[in-house]
């Protein structure tokens, strides 16, 4: 592949919703694949029923879906928010990424450091004074890329099976 990694990053329209469910029950089955016990399996249903959740928050003020495009195909997307202050959280107002994916064949080009720095700046001109995620311990590469662009370590998830 020459050139730019992506012809465009741009807001996602109800047309990529099949894609973007394709992506989604990608990672859903990294996530999975991670760990079992903490992560949902995919289903043959997931990539219906990811991209059918992704279509109704198109509309939301508070939502942000972008996608990375090239030839015409959808390689990768982020989905984010803004969201208010958090008690359960214990930070203030924030924007929140939810999901970054890229396809596997277009990894390692740049795209996932294209997509997650048009969200921030998404999320910026909305107003996010910062911009948090969780990310699975197991996903060093994702780790790298999100370090790249600025993010620090600042919480750690631990979970415990009640039925071991």
Avoid at 12 to 31: S, Y
Avoid at 132 to 144: D, F, H, I, K, Y
Wanted: neutral net charge.
């Amino acid at each position: 592949m020459k050139g730019a990694p992506v012809d465009s990053i741009r807001q996602a329209t109800p047309a990529d919703m099949a894609a973007i469910g394709k992506l989604g029950a990608l990672l859903v089955r990294a996530h999975h694949d991670f760990d079992p016990k903490r992560f949902i399996a995919a289903t043959p249903q997931t990539a219906r029923g990811y991209g059918s959740f992704l279509g109704t928050q198109l509309d939301n003020p508070d939502v942000i879906v972008l996608v990375a495009e090239r030839g015409g195909e959808v390689i990768g997307y982020t989905y984010s928010g803004v969201e208010g202050t958090d008690y359960m959280e214990l930070r203030g107002p924030a924007g929140v990424v939810y999901d970054i994916v890229v396809d596997p064949a277009h990894r390692g080009r740049g795209v996932g450091r294209m997509l997650m720095e048009a969200t921030l700046q998404a999320l910026k001109a909305r107003g996010s004074p910062q911009v948090v995620l969780s990310t699975a311990e197991r996903n060093e590469p994702a780790q790298r890329l999100f370090e790249r662009v600025g993010f620090r370590r600042t919480m750690i998830e631990m979970t415990r099976e009640l039925d071991d």
